[in-house]
């Protein structure tokens, strides 16, 4: 892309712009952090995935056969537009895995958002504007606390994301999409924070009614082995110097970034999703 770009001309006055999903926008925003040594870009997200999450916060990055988003800078978009019309065009299936970030957000920081993801119809492909800025201003914050995850803050987005990470990268591209992947980390992460937090599980049962209300996986497949996912967690960034960092949560909107959890609890919790 690079190579196009200045075969065609561009320089350090050109800009980017994203018009897709999350993939689209990593791969447009790592681009345009590295040609001429950075130059502005434009997010246009246009699935939920993108809307709630993905677009904002400054994360881009590409996918190697090692592990998702191991090659990436951080680079602001200097604008987000977000349009709700553009998603009545998506497949279900990639419309309703969207819906698992927007669950994050409300597990680890409004509680009060479940009950409004709960009265969505997962059929009608409207969300309202409200809604999406509501996550994006979770997510805004977050970033805003702690940009380059230097405090810890910043990796409560991570609630979910360690072992669903794992999960995605087991299958080939596409197989599982991403947010059904995090449905089951999301779903291993309550468990452990009932295990390790005393996290109620009737807080637990509430998430997860969500999760299958929109139709996303709580099952681990059985062609998926334990020891394929333990393999791929070892490669995956958010274990640093060997050590694990983990979103648990303490309550139902409250997140913490845990330093208590041992690969047996995880493997513990990988075995949990075949129950």
Same mark, same amino acid.
């Given at each position: 892309?690079?190579?196009?770009?200045?075969?065609?001309?561009?320089?350090?006055?050109?800009?980017?712009?994203?018009?897709?999903?999350?993939?689209?926008?990593?791969?447009?925003?790592?681009?345009?952090?590295?040609?001429?040594?950075?130059?502005?870009?434009?997010?246009?997200?246009?699935?939920?995935?993108?809307?709630?999450?993905?677009?904002?916060?400054?994360?881009?990055?590409?996918?190697?056969?090692?592990?998702?988003? #191991?090659?990436?800078?951080?680079?602001?978009?200097?604008?987000?537009?977000?349009?709700?019309?553009?998603?009545?065009?998506?497949?279900?299936?990639?419309?309703?895995?969207?819906?698992?970030?927007?669950?994050?957000?409300?597990?680890?920081?409004?509680?009060?958002?479940?009950?409004?993801?709960?009265?969505?119809?997962?059929?009608?492909?409207?969300?309202?504007?409200?809604?999406?800025?509501?996550?994006?201003?979770?997510?805004?914050?977050?970033?805003?606390?702690?940009?380059?995850?230097?405090?810890?803050?910043?990796a409560l987005l991570n609630f979910g994301?360690?072992?669903?990470?794992?999960?995605?990268?087991?299958?080939?591209?596409?197989?599982?999409?991403?947010?059904?992947?995090?449905?089951?980390?999301?779903?291993?992460?309550?468990?452990?924070?009932?295990?390790?937090?005393?996290?109620?599980?009737?807080?637990?049962?509430?998430? #997860?009614?969500?999760?299958? #209300?929109?139709?996303?996986?709580?099952?681990?497949?059985?062609?998926?082995?334990?020891?394929?996912?333990?393999?791929?967690?070892?490669?995956?960034?958010?274990?640093?110097?060997?050590?694990?960092?983990?979103?648990?949560?303490?309550? #139902?909107?409250?997140?913490?970034?845990?330093?208590?959890?041992?690969?047996?609890?995880?493997?513990?919790?990988?075995?949990?999703?075949?129950?």
């Amino acid at each position: 892309l690079c190579g196009e770009m200045n075969r065609a001309g561009h320089d350090r006055g050109s800009y980017i712009i994203a018009l897709g999903g999350g993939v689209v926008g990593d791969l447009a925003g790592f681009v345009a952090s590295i040609f001429h040594r950075g130059i502005p870009f434009i997010q246009i997200p246009t699935t939920i995935v993108s809307q709630v999450d993905s677009s904002a916060g400054g994360k881009t990055g590409v996918n190697t056969s090692e592990g998702k988003n #191991l090659i990436g800078c951080f680079h602001q978009p200097r604008l987000v537009i977000v349009d709700p019309l553009t998603l009545n065009t998506l497949p279900g299936r990639e419309y309703r895995e969207g819906y698992a970030e927007a669950i994050k957000h409300a597990a680890i920081r409004d509680a009060s958002m479940i009950d409004t993801l709960g009265d969505l119809d997962p059929t009608d492909q409207h969300p309202s504007a409200d809604l999406l800025t509501r996550n994006l201003a979770i997510k805004a914050q977050i970033v805003e606390d702690d940009e380059k995850e230097t405090s810890g803050t910043r990796a409560l987005l991570n609630f979910g994301h360690t072992i669903g990470h794992g999960i995605e990268a087991s299958l080939p591209y596409g197989t599982m999409l991403h947010g059904e992947a995090i449905s089951l980390g999301i779903r291993a992460a309550l468990f452990l924070s009932e295990k390790m937090n005393g996290f109620s599980n009737k807080d637990s049962q509430r998430v #997860l009614t969500f999760l299958a #209300l929109f139709q996303l996986p709580l099952t681990l497949p059985e062609s998926i082995s334990t020891e394929t996912v333990m393999g791929k967690l070892s490669r995956d960034k958010k274990f640093t110097g060997g050590k694990i960092k983990f979103v648990l949560l303490t309550a #139902l909107g409250a997140g913490e970034v845990s330093d208590k959890v041992t690969v047996h609890d995880i493997r513990e919790a990988v075995e949990h999703l075949r129950s």
